[in-house]
């Protein structure tokens, strides 16, 4: 069973620029998570999609942060402009189970770095 | 006071040493606790999940819930240079319903 696909793996943009990251959930999975990681600390959720329905956005900056969950499968996470503080690793995860919790399994994983 | 705090690391110990990782949490409507292991550069990964106050094993590894003193803790017995790593603790429920709220990790080295 292919796990949790992140792309790109490295992104390397200047301050300003905007960026886009895509994941591909486990399939099967409904609830699928947007964190972010920065160096030294643990994960901090973004965004939590039930299906398509976004059910849990209130820690993502929706000054600059969008994200969209098509059909329920594949989602898009954008920044726009890019800020220095925006450099951080963007992990996708997803989840079998509707309450959230439990089990996430993270996909590799997208190390922004913004100069 | 932050929702979800690790013992201060880095933890270095031998190798056959029981390494001792412990979390305290804020929520009390806090349900479920759960160990994670993150290699560097890779993505965490499962290796425990808790519910219930007391132990559970599972081959070296053991995780221990007290909802009393809202502390969960991880001891890895026999410790391998493999096991070195970041151990992130984290809670669903409560205020963190649906979602999982992370520690800020534990840096675990073993050396042989």
């Known amino acids: 069973e292919a796990g949790v696909v992140q792309s790109p793996r490295y992104k390397i943009i200047e301050k300003k620029q905007p960026v886009a990251f895509w994941c591909n959930p486990i399939?099967?999975?409904?609830?699928l998570y947007w964190y972010r990681q920065n160096l030294g600390q643990g994960p901090e959720l973004l965004i939590r999609?039930?299906?398509?329905?976004?059910?849990?956005d209130s820690q993502l900056p929706k000054d600059r942060f969008s994200a969209e969950r098509l059909k329920g499968v594949d989602s898009t996470l954008k920044i726009q402009p890019a800020e220095l503080g925006d450099s951080a690793v963007y992990l996708c995860?997803?989840?079998?189970?509707?309450?959230?919790?439990?089990?996430?399994?993270f996909g590799e994983g997208s190390r922004l770095t913004v100069l | 006071q932050k929702e979800v705090e690790q013992n201060s690391g880095p933890l270095s110990v031998p190798e056959g040493a029981i390494a001792s990782l412990n979390c305290t949490y804020s929520?009390?409507?806090?349900?479920?606790f759960f160990w994670y292991r993150q290699y560097s550069g890779k993505s965490p990964e499962l290796i425990m999940s808790?519910?219930?106050?007391g132990d559970k094993e599972d081959g070296r590894f053991t995780a221990q819930l007290n909802k009393a003193s809202q502390y969960v803790s991880l001891l890895i017995r026999d410790s391998q240079p493999s096991d070195s790593a970041t151990y992130l603790c984290?809670?669903?429920?409560?205020?963190?319903?649906?979602?999982?709220?992370f520690g800020q990790g534990t840096i675990l080295t073993v050396h042989p």
């Open positions: 995860a997803s989840s079998a189970s509707f309450r959230g919790g439990g089990e996430l399994f």
């Open positions: 399939s099967g999975h409904n609830t």
């Open positions: 999609y039930e299906n398509e329905e976004a059910v849990d």
């Open positions: 929520d009390r409507g806090s349900q479920s």
């Open positions: 808790i519910y219930s106050n």
């Open positions: 984290a809670w669903a429920g409560g205020t963190s319903y649906g979602k999982l709220t």
